[in-house]
């Protein structure tokens, strides 16, 4: 008699394929999940300190200027013995004053047809001082004329953008003038 010779094929099952597919797929996809929320959270933050970077060079630029202010002698829409005065526009408040170089100044908001940006009169040029990239949603002033005089600025920002990268911040910082008499 011829012994029969059996050989067995090894494989996997049709079950052990289907489960193995699924813990990859399980796996890619979780991979791919928490790689779009790094990238969300990266947006995020990049967005949050473009909004904090251009807003301490604004504050840098128009504290400086307002702390060096002069009592005006009845120009610059400033009432005489007075150094600042505020009016408001559609956007928000309007600050006035003398600057150390004798110049009358104003700050505003102001529209560039796509956001609203701080803009700077000064001795009749004018320019904006935000970046294009950030809209300044509420600006106002609040002077405190009681003692040193005092400049209370506070604005409402974010950045231009996808919705949920916008990053929006209110900000408020109080000016002293260092003008004595």
């Not at 104003?106 to 294009?132: H, M």
């Not at 809209?135 to 604005?155: C, Y």
């Amino acid at each position: 008699m011829i012994g029969i010779i059996r050989q067995e094929k090894s494989g996997f099952s049709l079950m052990e394929v289907i489960v193995s597919v699924a813990l990859f797929a399980i796996v890619i996809l979780s991979t791919t999940e928490i790689f779009r929320l790094v990238i969300n959270g990266q947006r995020e933050a990049i967005a949050s300190q473009n909004v904090q970077e251009s807003l301490k060079y604004f504050f840098e630029v128009t504290s400086k200027e307002i702390r060096m202010a002069r009592r005006s002698t009845g120009d610059c829409l400033v009432p005489a013995g007075n150094i600042y005065a505020l009016s408001s526009n559609s956007l928000g408040d309007i600050l006035y004053f003398q600057n150390y170089y004798g110049e009358c100044v104003a700050y505003e908001l102001a529209s560039d047809g796509n956001s609203q940006r701080f803009k700077i009169t000064r001795g009749g040029n004018s320019g904006f001082v935000s970046p294009a990239k950030i809209t300044i949603d509420d600006l106002r002033f609040l002077v405190d004329a009681t003692g040193q005089p005092t400049i209370t600025m506070s604005l409402l920002a974010h950045a231009l953008g996808d919705d949920k990268y916008t990053s929006e911040m209110e900000i408020q910082t109080s000016i002293t003038s260092r003008y004595y008499r």
